[in-house]
């Protein structure tokens, strides 16, 4: 695998930074990878702008930070617009048409899924966005086992809670296992 640079952007609130933390404990404590997670707070608690970095690897990691992403989501159209320009030619670029309107104008494969209207679908609450969003990058790109995530879900989310996370990380598997992207160069 060598290492996967990603970054998850998008406005306080959303939970981009839960999101993160999960998939990087995924792949620490049940995938035997290396991992980091960095995070950045705009000024405001709700609704400032938030980013967080997340590197995977195989092999020693020796800086933390993403300066290239090979898959950037961005859940809103400021971060976007920060950050669309960033991303490694080649790469995946994941949002949500909902909150994004995305130009052609970015070197990357771009997929724009309703991962918030499948969850207020099937979920009914938006709280569980974040979940489905990461379960729509784990279908797209495989980077880790399904179950792995699963498994950080089953020990960071209070019992009563579980099942609605676990729906929402369904749905966005199953979203994302239509477009399967594996190109991380």
């Given at each position: 695998?060598?290492?996967?640079?990603?970054?998850?952007?998008?406005?306080?609130?959303?939970?981009?930074?839960?999101?993160?933390?999960?998939?990087?404990?995924?792949?620490?404590?049940?995938?035997?990878?290396?991992?980091?997670?960095?995070?950045?707070?705009?000024?405001?608690?709700?609704?400032?702008?938030?980013?967080?970095?997340?590197?995977?690897?195989?092999?020693?990691?020796?800086?933390?930070?993403?300066?290239?992403?090979?898959?950037?989501?961005?859940?809103?159209?400021?971060?976007?617009?920060?950050?669309?320009?960033?991303?490694?030619?080649?790469?995946?670029?994941?949002?949500?048409?909902?909150?994004?309107?995305?130009?052609?104008?970015?070197?990357?494969?771009?997929?724009?899924?309703?991962?918030?209207?499948?969850?207020?679908?099937?979920?009914?609450?938006?709280?569980?966005?974040?979940?489905?969003?990461?379960?729509a990058l784990i279908g797209i790109t495989q980077i880790l086992?399904?179950?792995?995530?699963?498994?950080?879900?089953?020990?960071?989310?209070?019992?009563?809670?579980?099942?609605?996370?676990?729906?929402?990380?369904?749905?966005?598997?199953?979203?994302?296992?239509?477009?399967?992207?594996?190109?991380?160069?």
């Open positions: 695998m060598g290492s996967i640079r990603l970054v998850f952007s998008g406005s306080g609130g959303q939970g981009v930074i839960t999101a993160a933390i999960i998939l990087a404990e995924a792949a620490v404590i049940f995938s035997g990878k290396n991992a980091t997670q960095t995070q950045a707070y705009g000024a405001a608690a709700r609704g400032g702008a938030t980013r967080s970095d997340i590197i995977i690897s195989d092999e020693k990691i020796n800086y933390p930070g993403v300066l290239q992403p090979n898959i950037l989501m961005t859940l809103t159209q400021n971060a976007y617009n920060s950050f669309s320009s960033i991303i490694r030619p080649g790469g995946l670029l994941l949002s949500d048409p909902r909150f994004v309107e995305t130009t052609r104008k970015v070197d990357a494969k771009q997929l724009e899924l309703p991962m918030y209207e499948k969850v207020m679908e099937k979920v009914g609450k938006p709280i569980v966005y974040n979940i489905c969003t990461l379960g086992e399904p179950e792995t995530v699963l498994q950080v879900l089953e020990e960071r989310i209070p019992k009563d809670f579980q099942e609605m996370n676990m729906r929402a990380f369904d749905l966005g598997l199953v979203l994302g296992s239509q477009y399967q992207y594996r190109r991380f160069t």
